[in-house]
């Protein structure tokens, strides 16, 4: 069966919208697809070949009574994996890692239980502009429009609370307790996720999913996704407004932003950089969406916490263009970039305005910034000046025998162990500064949450994203606060015989917070993580556990772990006196607290 989409991308594999299941095609579909056995007509099977058309072959799933029967229609389909998580949190998270890499995602839960605890989850998700197909056991179609009491409930004969839940964090909301709607609502829902890039909620009755239906006797009609298309006149003008205004500029830099992947632009992008000569950098959570191994490519433009060199060139240049930005409180450093918008071009997936001023409606990133390129000059001043004034970062003063590791002699081992075969995950909290300096060699992934950082998400994270990316070995680093809470699904990850790198990186504590506003609740209780990993896999799985205390132990674990267990789980433990902090963190952390401690505006 045809998956038919528009032109790929490199961020993502799912591109456009709209589901042609109109009346006046079946008949050709039923001419060369032979039915289906009465046991595959389900509504349960329904779903699960559609989820497959797009390119889902996994769903991470947390059983529970209404969603018991569904379950065993997705098991049934080839070509679709169950992956039962440990919680609803982690199954949301993996969903989330896996979009990342597939392109799209999809879990499955029970009723108000399940549903409310994978909110959080699907909550980021949505920051994130990632297509989750979150899917919901609901209650039994008769208990619909009566004064029944359900168990799950908070005990009103009201079943919308967990659906008014989801209706801010997803895009699209299909309840399914009537037989004969399933096909369009779940059609609708589905390619509503594609276009829209966001979350949706399907919530099927937990007595309809097993029922056959003549509408379920053939396979579903392909999805065809029209891609979005540009106002051409706007297109025009917006291009040639553009390239004046940079033409003019003495020294113009470009600064990838996070949007590049939900726009499909980051293609795109990198046509610009190569044809204009400009000085790039990246926003912190666009890393990963510019290749770092580009001529030009000068880090990461984060304001005060800016690798070396880069936040002097971009902030003194008298142009930029920055391509799917989102200044918000935490990648503008409290608010203290020192940007003027008088002199930006502010590229989004769908609108461009410049100057503070000109602004152009329905014109794509995709489709704008290659048509810029055509129209750029060379001008290579703002990169001449930046190669002026580099001078490159220091290592690490050397360890002494066995002195206790420190952080930056870790993240020194890091950066020479990855390659173009792993992507780095990186948890929320100091991990974003280290792993931040990473030089990422052609082809290395990175993923991070930065928009809603959930602490804890990167370990659903890796496990969803090494579910899909067969290819990659994953690299995540993890602090032990966000570890503790969810820890569970290494499990999955041993069950599912994953073998990503886990550096549990153990300093005591919620250290992100401790440059924030320090206090008692900072302080966490410390466990003995490679012990209680060891316990998870009680010989069951492929996994291996090292502690780590100095270089000459990180030293033994990275070759063991790369070169001895290259098909295994690796769990490293690493441990860190409490106050071992990146100085971007110290940074970033004093001036976050100073925004957050703002006193009110007088009245």
């Known amino acids: 069966m ?4 528009g032109s790929l991308d490199t961020c993502n594999p799912i591109t456009g919208v709209v589901s042609c299941l109109a009346t006046n095609h079946v008949s050709t579909i039923k001419s060369i697809t032979p039915p289906l056995r009465s046991a595959e007509c389900t509504l349960g099977r329904y779903l699960a070949r559609r989820l497959v058309q797009i390119s889902v072959s996994d769903v991470f799933a947390v059983p529970g009574d ?11 389909e080839p070509g679709l994996k169950l992956v039962g998580c440990c919680n609803e949190l982690n199954a949301g998270y993996a969903a989330d890692g896996y ?16 549903g409310l605890s994978i909110l959080n989850a699907i909550a980021g998700s949505y920051s994130e502009n990632l297509p989750i197909i ?15 009491i359900l168990h799950h409930t908070i005990g009103l004969p009201d079943f919308s609370q967990e659906l008014r839940c989801f209706q801010t964090i997803t895009c699209y909301q299909a309840v399914v307790n009537i037989l004969e709607d399933a096909h369009e609502k779940i059609d609708t829902a589905i390619s509503t996720a594609l276009k829209e890039s966001k979350p949706v909620y399907i919530s099927i009755s937990c007595n309809l999913s097993a029922i056959s239906h003549p509408m379920f006797s053939q396979d579903p009609i392909p999805f065809f996704l029209a891609p979005k298309m540009s106002n051409s ?33 980051c293609n795109a992008f990198l046509e610009v950089a190569d044809a204009c000569g400009y000085a790039v950098a990246v926003m912190p959570s666009a890393k990963g969406l510019m290749k770092e191994t580009h001529p030009h490519f000068i880090g990461t433009y984060w304001g005060a916490v800016s690798t070396a060199f880069c936040a002097e060139l971009v902030e003194s240049a008298d142009a930029y263009i920055f391509a799917g930005p989102i200044f918000n409180d935490y990648s503008s450093v409290g608010y203290s970039l020192l940007i003027k918008k008088e002199k930006a071009i502010i590229v989004e997936p769908d609108r461009v305005v410049i100057a503070n001023g000109l602004a152009f409606g329905c014109v794509l990133m995709k489709e704008f910034l290659p048509a810029l390129a055509r129209k750029l000059k060379k ?38 162990m990855i390659s173009g075969d792993n992507t780095m995950i990186a948890e929320t909290g100091d991990s974003w500064f280290n792993c931040q300096k990473l030089k990422l060699p052609e082809g290395c992934g990175y993923e991070f949450q930065m928009q809603y950082g959930s602490i804890g998400w990167s370990v659903g994270a890796t496990l969803g994203y090494a579910q899909a990316a067969k290819d990659k070995r994953v690299i995540a680093c993890i602090g032990d606060g966000s570890f503790q809470v969810t820890a569970q699904d290494i499990s999955t990850m041993l069950r599912c015989e994953q073998n990503p790198i886990i550096f549990l990186i153990n300093n005591g504590g919620y250290t992100i917070e401790v440059e924030i506003h320090d206090g008692p609740y900072n302080v966490i209780k410390n466990w003995n993580y490679t012990a209680l990993v060891d316990a998870i896999h009680n010989g069951d799985g492929n996994c291996w556990t090292a502690k780590v205390q100095c270089e000459e132990d990180l030293v033994e674990a990275i070759e063991t772990a790369t070169e001895v267990k290259k098909d295994c789980l690796c769990f490293i433990e690493i441990i860190v006196h409490k106050d071992d902090t990146s100085k971007e963190l110290l940074e ?3 001036r976050v607290s100073s925004a957050n401690s703002r006193p009110p505006n007088p009245k």
């Open 134 to 148: 979150c899917i919901v056991g609901g209650p039994n179609s008769n208990d619909y429009g009566t004064n029944h």
């Open 99 to 114: 979009a990342r890499s597939r392109g799209v995602g999809a879990c499955a839960v029970t009723f108000t239980v399940g």
């Open 66 to 76: 209404f969603n018991l029967t569904l379950l065993d229609d997705l098991i049934a």
């Open 233 to 265: 006149t706007g297109l025009e003008a917006a291009v040639d407004a553009a390239a004046e205004f940079l033409n003019k500029a003495v020294k113009p830099v470009m600064v990838a932003g996070p949007k590049l992947r939900v726009a499909k632009a």
């Open 2 to 5: 045809d998956f038919k989409v």
């Open 379 to 416: 001008n290579t001043t703002a990169y001449d000046n930046y190669h002026r004034i580099y001078v490159p970062e220091g290592l690490p003063r050397q360890s002494y025998p066995k002195e206790k590791l420190r952080v930056n002699i870790l993240f020194k081992h890091i950066q020479n």
């Open 588 to 590: 970033w952390g004093s």
